[in-house]
């Protein structure tokens, strides 16, 4: 039986790393959560230039403890932008954002989140 050397078993982890990295890379993008208009408005953004559809969920938590939440999806767009507004000012807002895309002809998904506070 062979053993292989030292370089021949390097290559092997790092071709099979570089591969995990390309294959499972998240795309470029730009996910958002502000809040503003006197702290009565909340909007959620979500930016991504490779996506098929973007969408995008927020959740304002207002300062009496009662929630305001809205939803917004774009369709072989780039951008998907949401705006919550309550006649109570927000205390927090947070937003999910869900972007889907093809890389290397391959159909993935992407979640991520963000947040913002009172101004």
């Known amino acids: 039986m062979r053993k292989k050397g030292f370089f021949g078993g ?16 998240a795309p470029e993008n730009r996910c958002t959560t ?15 230039r ?8 927020i959740t304002g938590n207002c300062t009496d403890g009662t929630e305001v939440t809205s939803s917004g999806h774009g369709v072989v767009a780039t951008l998907a932008v949401v705006r919550a507004e309550s006649p109570r000012e927000f205390s927090a807002a947070f937003s999910s954002h869900f972007i889907e895309y093809y890389l290397q002809g391959v159909y993935r998904t992407y979640k991520t989140s963000s947040s913002a506070g009172r101004n």
């Open 10 to 25: 390097t290559a092997f982890v790092l071709a099979l790393m570089l591969f995990s990295m390309t294959a499972f890379a």
């Open 50 to 57: 490779i996506a098929t559809g973007c969408s995008v969920y």
């Open 34 to 48: 502000t809040i503003g208009s006197a702290n009565h408005a909340a909007t959620g953004k979500t930016e991504c």
